[in-house]
């Protein structure tokens, strides 16, 4: 994945909505990556059943951070895009 700088000519809302845009796809590869993870702990070969449960409450604080980030960066835009209009 390129390193996507914000361009000098860019406003600063269209740059929150960019790196929103890829925040959001980052979430979903987080998110895949999680449930792979617990569907592997959880099959008994690899892992015991305290470190499958273990992985498995990581894996949800994970996506709910991530959740919350959103959250935080989605106000951050609109508060950009407000200030924008002022």
Known sequence: MPNESPEPTTTLKLDLLRFY????????????????LVALAANEEYLDQNTAIGAGRYCD??????????????????????????
Request: charged letters at 45%; hydrophobic letters at 35%.
């Open 21 to 36: 845009d890829r925040f959001v796809e980052f979430n979903d590869d987080c998110s895949f990556m999680c449930d792979a």
């Open 61 to 86: 604080r994970v996506k709910s951070r991530i959740k919350v980030l959103e959250k935080e960066l989605k106000g951050i835009h609109e508060k950009a895009w407000v200030q924008d209009k002022t």
